[in-house]
């Protein structure tokens, strides 16, 4: 292989707080170089004016396969990943069968291996089946490539499986994510509640759902030391529990969606079900609060959730819709509006967010620029103007309600492992 | 007005005042009408996927005296999904090309859903928990058949508010006229978001606080059936959210009661206040021919 010499851009790699105009070379799927001037036998890629990142990583998508297939595979999920400017990708278990043994996880390392252009480091169940009684084999699955634990979308309620879980992940170096939502207080829910949903007469999740369960786990995650994430974190309190559990060093970290940092109850036209997920997109308060725990270095990564459903699953009546968006090839356009052109953080904040900060997280050796790494790269635009068409899309799923939405910066070129694999035409 | 009637939230004032007029012109006469040929040649389905006979029937006549072919389709949707039927049911009713559809379903939203991919007209009548329309216009009707206006008034809405569609219609059309509006129920059925829906509203757990003064006491059904959960002591709800006759000493002189029906005699109002001289319910009821004949012959005329 020749290399790749990417060459007179921008160049931003959080990790060693770089940002200057410089070439980065790629040969043998690592990283060789980076730095001014460099030279060398390679295909050249002419990035001037564009933003040369380390490779995005979203740390929170629902391929579907196995079981789903309809809506999502690993092959179309990660060529949407990539025309998203991601290069890795971390599956949730909820997949049929559940990510719940080392089989189902060596499947998908497998499928991915096979027919996935980005990497894919699949997350594993906490419990068996994600049923929240009987733990996962985590040690097994780790084995196998699980990179952290979660029963997203079905949270552990039973208070004392999770302080098993949380111990036996630690035990493991796994972190353990959970979607914060007590079952008994959403129950029936399909909006956030609040004058909206009174007004649309749709039943309510109340914010009071997601918090009880963030602040049961900081304490159990206090008690057991272990390391604990908090998943599409959504609410004004939920933000202020984990910005002090972190001010008093527990190992506790949190990502936002691009929809819950953009959009609020009431943008949603009534009863478009391309608005409704869980959590819900909550109040204009609650956006405020994820923005501004944003820019107070209060939240660790920018994940999707990205959810794909089929196109007959959401052309139902709003409460029979099932929940969830798609997100992976808009993510940097929303981030890009509501993070860096308002103003509220600069660049490298923001590719810090899709790189280093969840990588580290997951003590995944991706996300930064320097010799010897993964020869992973996102080229970016963040003043292009581009409109999000879902004719164009990669995802087999069209539940997104950024369709037709015109966005001002986004990416340009997706590489993995020193190979383009996925360029804007 | 907008291509069909999903709601009274997003009608003016000046279009709920027109259908209220043309009302009064049908009001009259209701046993020796003659058939009008408005709508001669047009042809509105009902489509019930929830059970109702008044609403149904009212809308029925409402069509004949109009002129207008009526089909009604009641699907029971026991079997099917609902949500399977309601996609299956688009393109059926497509191909039947109807002039306007009526629809009842018990998903809030359902006929918004409808409205979005049917290029036909679509009449709510009543979606889950979201509004009734008909029924909130049906209700002014009803009130300015007996008062000059309806500003300045006070109206109580008791009950199981925040499952009830009538309850939406109404506070949305009387919040529009300037009516003072006090909201009763058991607190899991009254939450204080309801007090900032519209303008002009308030919130009180006391049947005796929202009487005091009222212009008109509605009382709302008790939907066991939209329970999901025991949200409140059912066995002491007439104890303390029952219309009895003690209680109409507190209300305006000449206070009207009103009721959507069905009635539960003796859970959300005793038999004697239900059959007295103050209460409307019948006069509801026969109002409700009136007003859709103006709500069809406005879409459709």
Redesign the interface.
């Known amino acids: 292989m020749p290399g790749l010499l990417i060459k007179h851009g921008r160049v931003i790699d959080p990790a060693s707080g770089r940002d200057e105009r410089a070439d980065v070379l790629i040969r043998d799927g690592l990283i060789e170089a980076v730095g001014q001037g460099l030279d060398g036998s390679a295909e050249v890629f002419d990035a001037r004016g564009l933003v040369v990142a380390p490779g995005f990583i979203d740390m929170h998508v629902h391929l579907r396969e196995p079981g789903f297939e309809h809506a999502e595979t690993i092959e179309t999920g990660c060529r949407a990943a990539a025309a998203g400017g991601f290069t890795s990708v971390c599956p949730m278990p909820n997949t049929s069968p559940v990510n719940d043994n080392p089989t189902v996880t060596s499947y998908i390392v497998e499928r991915a291996s096979r027919h996935a252009v980005v990497n894919v480091f699949p997350i594993g169940a906490i419990t068996k089946d994600s049923a929240g009684e009987t733990l996962a084999e985590m040690g097994s699955m780790k084995r196998a490539g699980v990179a952290a634990v979660s029963d997203d979308g079905r949270p552990v309620m039973n208070a004392r499986v999770m302080r098993r879980a949380l111990e036996t992940a630690k035990a493991f170096g796994l972190p353990v994510i959970q979607h914060c939502e007590d079952l008994n207080l959403s ?2 829910g399909d909006m956030h ?3 909206e ?7 309510g999740i109340p914010s009071s759902s997601e918090e009880v369960i963030v602040a049961r786990d900081l304490l159990l995650a206090e008690y057991t030391g272990a390391q604990y994430h908090v998943a599409h974190i959504s609410t004004r309190r939920s933000i202020e529990m984990v910005a002090q559990a972190r001010s008093r060093g527990l190992a506790v970290t949190c990502e936002v969606t691009p929809h819950h940092m953009s959009l609020a109850d009431e943008d949603m036209p ?2 478009d079900s391309n608005y409704k997920m869980r959590p819900p997109l909550r109040s204009r308060g609650d956006v405020a609060a994820v923005v501004d725990a944003i820019a107070a270095g209060v939240v660790d990564a920018i994940a999707t959730d990205h959810a794909p459903h089929a196109g ?1 699953e959401k ?6 819709c099932p929940f969830g968006i798609i997100g992976l090839e808009t993510a940097l356009g929303v981030a890009l509006q509501v993070l860096y052109h308002s103003g509220r953080i600069p660049l490298t904040r923001l590719v810090e967010l899709f790189t280093v900060g969840p990588a580290r997280i997951l003590k995944l050796d991706r996300g930064r620029l320097a010799p010897g790494a993964a020869g992973d790269v996102t080229v970016f635009d963040p003043d292009l103007e581009w409109t999000y068409d879902l004719d164009k899309s990669f995802s087999k799923s069209r539940n997104t309600p950024w369709e037709g939405t015109a966005f001002r910066g986004g990416p340009v070129a997706t590489i993995v492992d020193g190979v383009v694999v996925w360029r804007r035409d | 007005m907008p291509a069909g009637l999903l709601g009274i ?1 997003d009608l003016s004032r000046e279009e709920i005042e027109a259908i209220l007029n043309r009302a009064k012109d049908y009001q009259p006469v209701q046993d020796h009408f003659k058939r009008l040929d408005i709508l001669k040649g047009r042809m509105i389905v009902n489509l019930f996927f929830e059970a109702s006979t008044r609403t149904r029937t009212s809308f029925e006549i409402a069509a004949k005296r109009l002129g207008a072919d009526a089909v009604s389709i009641t699907a029971s949707g026991s079997s099917v ?4 039927s ?2 299956d049911t688009l393109n059926t009713l497509a191909a039947m090309r109807p002039s306007a559809i009526v629809m009842r ?1 018990s ?4 006929p ?2 409808l409205a979005r991919h049917l290029p036909i007209p679509i009449i709510n009548a009543g ?5 009734h329309p008909t029924q909130a216009l049906l209700d002014a009707r009803t009130i300015l058949d007996l008062r000059p206006s309806l500003e300045g008034l006070r109206v109580a809405i008791i009950g199981d508010i ?1 499952h009830s ?1 009538v309850a ?1 219609s109404n506070i949305y059309l009387l919040s529009k006229f300037g009516v003072d509006i006090v909201l009763c129920g058991p607190a899991p059925l009254l ?1 204080p ?2 007090a ?2 519209a303008p002009g509203v308030r919130i009180t757990y006391d049947i005796r606080e929202a009487i005091r003064d009222a212009d008109v006491i509605m009382m709302l059904r008790v939907q066991l059936e939209r329970q ?2 025991a949200a409140f002591p059912a066995g002491e709800y007439f104890h303390f959210f029952g219309l009895r006759n003690e209680h109409l000493g507190l209300a305006r002189p000449g206070a009207i009661v009103m009721h959507p029906g069905p009635i539960n005699r003796g859970r959300e109002i005793a038999s004697e206040v239900a059959d007295s001289q103050v209460s409307a319910i019948l006069n509801q009821v026969e109002n409700g021919v009136a007003v859709r004949m103006a709500v069809l012959e406005r879409i459709l005329g």
């Open positions: 129950a029936g509640e609040g004058v949903s009174t007004r649309l007469g749709l039943r009534p009863y007959s052309m139902q009546e709003y409460e029979r | 939230e999904s609902k949500g399977e309601l996609v379903h998903a809030s939203g359902a918004h859903f979606d889950g928990t979201h509004e925040v569609r939406r939450p978001e309801l900032r829906i999901h959960e």
